[in-house]
């Protein structure tokens, strides 16, 4: 089953072009990473994907039994989200916004599942440390369980591992990988960290000037796209 599809998709930025007639489906239980160099439209497009972005041209659609508001999304780590001053538990249950409506704050069946989230992602002891006292991987791990509550099938995350450290980088991966896997939780990840994209994701998204690739990980390694790509990154 269908996730997310887009047809003919074009985006542009004040009349410039940065994505152009990109067409890609992406099923039930993938895992798509979307790279690319700088200025191709990844962050773009990811926009468009969660539905804050319209495109010039063509049509981006959710699958059936998904709204908009059940998407999870994972933002790069900012300076200003350091700084935010709130506990994990309040950080985590805000993703719980979207689905009360107009109800106001939050009931058992919500901090159920904040503490769910909590837990399934090894973050439970942290529930009531301020959110700015934690390490760079505790704060994503934090902003994926928030993610995770707002979202029934499917999770973005736009380069999620900015700013972490090997290890903290290499743990958030596998703990994707998890989610993917065991939990049948559909990704779609921009990313700068092709080694680690390429491990993990089953589906490559190629973003270039010139063209675009969508397929397996493994037939994009094999194309004359993926050998240009990566043969630029070792040089």
């Known amino acids: 089953m269908s996730c997310i599809k887009c047809e003919h998709v074009t985006f542009s930025y004040e009349n410039q072009v940065v994505v152009s007639d990109l067409s890609f489906q992406v099923q039930a239980g993938d895992y798509l990473c ?29 699958g059936e039994g998904i709204r908009q508001n059940e998407v999870g999304y994972v ?20 993703g719980c ?3 009360r ?4 704050g939050f ?13 399934l992602l090894g973050i439970y002891d942290l529930k009531n440390k301020s959110f700015r006292d934690l390490s760079g991987g505790q704060r994503q791990r934090a902003l994926l369980a928030r993610s995770l509550c707002a979202a029934k099938k499917l999770i973005l995350l736009d380069e999620p ?13 596998h703990l994707l990988l998890e989610l993917n896997k065991k939990h049948q939780i559909t990704v779609i990840m921009v990313s700068h960290a092709i080694q680690e994209a390429l491990e993990h994701a089953d589906h490559i998204l190629y973003l270039s000037q010139e063209s675009h690739f969508f397929g397996t990980t493994e037939n994009f390694m094999d ?10 990154m070792e040089e």
């Not at 506990?87 to 805000?94: I, K, R």
């Not at 409506?101 to 106001?104: A, M, V």
């Not at 796209?225 to 630029?232: D, E, M, N, V, Y």
Request: charged share 25%; no cysteine.
């Open 97 to 99: 916004l979207n689905s």
């Open 34 to 62: 979307i790279i690319g160099e700088n200025g191709t439209g990844k962050s773009t497009l990811m926009k468009g994907l969660l539905g804050l972005k319209k495109p010039a041209a063509g049509v981006i659609t959710l």
């Open 75 to 94: 933002p790069q780590q900012t300076e200003n989200q350091k700084d935010f001053p709130a506990s994990v538990w309040e950080v985590v249950l805000s």
């Open 107 to 119: 009931g058992a069946k919500e901090k159920r599942l904040a503490e769910e989230k909590l837990k």
């Open 161 to 173: 591992t900015t700013g972490l450290d090997p290890l903290a980088t290499e743990e958030f991966y």
């Open 223 to 232: 194309s004359e796209a993926g050998r240009k790509f990566l043969g630029r």
């Open 101 to 104: 409506g107009i109800l106001p």
